[in-house]
């Protein structure tokens, strides 16, 4: 089991601009991953967050590693090439 990843708290316009792509974005994949990041700014944890999902917590830590290297534009999935 891997220690938990926690995230700081968010700065208010980084808050609403991770509501806001929440809510506008069309991409069910990509609305579920920025719902994790606000359920981890709830006080969820990643085990708690991966049930409420239904992810894995490899996902969810997965999701997070990206938020705290490259903030909101690291939280849609990302495609190989080719």
Do not use: W
């Not at 969820?44 to 999902?53: G, Y």
Request: net charge positive; with cysteine; hydrophobic share 35%.
């Amino acid at each position: 089991m891997t220690a938990p990843i926690p995230l700081p708290p968010l700065a208010a316009e980084v808050q609403a601009e991770l509501c806001r792509r929440y809510e506008e974005t069309g991409n069910p994949q990509t609305r579920t991953r920025y719902q994790m990041v606000l359920l981890a700014q709830r006080g969820q944890t990643a085990p708690q967050i991966a049930h409420l999902v239904q992810r894995s917590e490899d996902t969810v830590e997965r999701v997070f590693k990206r938020f705290l290297a490259a903030g909101l534009d690291a939280v849609p999935r990302r495609y190989g090439q080719g």
